[in-house]
T-cell receptor, first 108, second 120 residues
Framework: AQRVTQPEKLLSVFKGAPVELKCNYSYSGSPELFWYVQYSRQRLQLLLRHISRESIKGFTADLNKGETSFHLKKPFAQEEDSAMYYCALSLPFNKFYFGSGTKLNVKP | DAMVIQNPRYQVTQFGKPVTLSCSQTLNHNVMYWYQQKSSQAPKLLFHYYDKDFNNEADTPDNFQSRRPNTSFCFLDIRSPGLGDAAMYLC??????WGLGGDRGKNIQYFGAGTRLSVL
């Protein structure tokens, strides 16, 4: 069973528009969630963590346990945000599950 | 400077011919992971090492093995590659906190650039 679902393979928005990349997870315990990003020709890297409740490059993500979601949001997209975004779930014993990713394309 | 290095970046092998992919790290992390990622799919965890302890995922085929001779290096061995094993293979490391009673939410993974394996 897929533990992390990212329903959109591709999301295209214009520069300055709000962005929301969806992520839903399946886990009955307390989840630990991450967003990883892969820019063109670069390696996967951490964008932000649920536990830190931080805003990185203008992105935020809030855990909604009722909806089992961890959507990534940014109020005003920039062209440099164009990348592949992966939602990931960390479980005990160093288990990690990634979603299949959403490609964000920010048009000028 | 790259902290997790995978070699080679591209690997071509023949059907059934054993192949080894390499990963090294300069972070001194105690956990090393191998993922398989096929086109348009999620990276799928194959196994990981917690120090010298090998932890296999239940659905990882026996065809895939791993070795970790020391903290810095980890190898992925594919004993008899099939056409379905063509994929990007990602290595990642983390400084495990969970096993020390720490917080999974701080368990950041650092990825290598990957090795793209082709099977002819």
């Amino acid at each position: 069973a897929q533990r992390v679902t990212q329903p959109e393979k591709l999301l295209s928005v214009f520069k300055g528009a709000p962005v929301e990349l969806k992520c839903n997870y399946s886990y009955s315990g307390s989840p630990e969630l991450f967003w990883y990003v892969q820019y063109s020709r670069q390696r996967l890297q951490l964008l932000l963590r649920h536990i830190s409740r931080e805003s990185i490059k203008g992105f935020t993500a809030d855990l909604n346990k009722g909806e089992t979601s961890f959507h990534l949001k940014k109020p005003f997209a920039q062209e440099e945000d164009s990348a592949m975004y992966y939602c990931a779930l960390s479980l005990p014993f160093n288990k990690f599950y990634f979603g299949s990713g959403t490609k964000l394309n920010v048009k000028p | 400077d790259a902290m997790v290095i995978q070699n080679p970046r591209y690997q071509v092998t023949q059907f059934g011919k054993p192949v080894t992919l390499s990963c090294s790290q300069t972070l001194n992390h105690n956990v090393m992971y191998w993922y398989q990622q096929k086109s348009s799919q999620a990276p799928k965890l194959l196994f990981h090492y917690y120090d010298k302890d090998f932890n296999n995922e239940a659905d990882t085929p026996d065809n895939f093995q791993s070795r970790r001779p020391n903290t810095s290096f980890c190898f992925l061995d594919i004993r008899s590659p099939g056409l379905g094993d063509a994929a990007m293979y990602l290595c990642a490391t983390s400084r495990d906190l969970w096993g020390l009673g720490g917080d999974r939410g701080k368990n950041i993974q650092y990825f290598g650039a990957g090795t793209r394996l082709s099977v002819l």
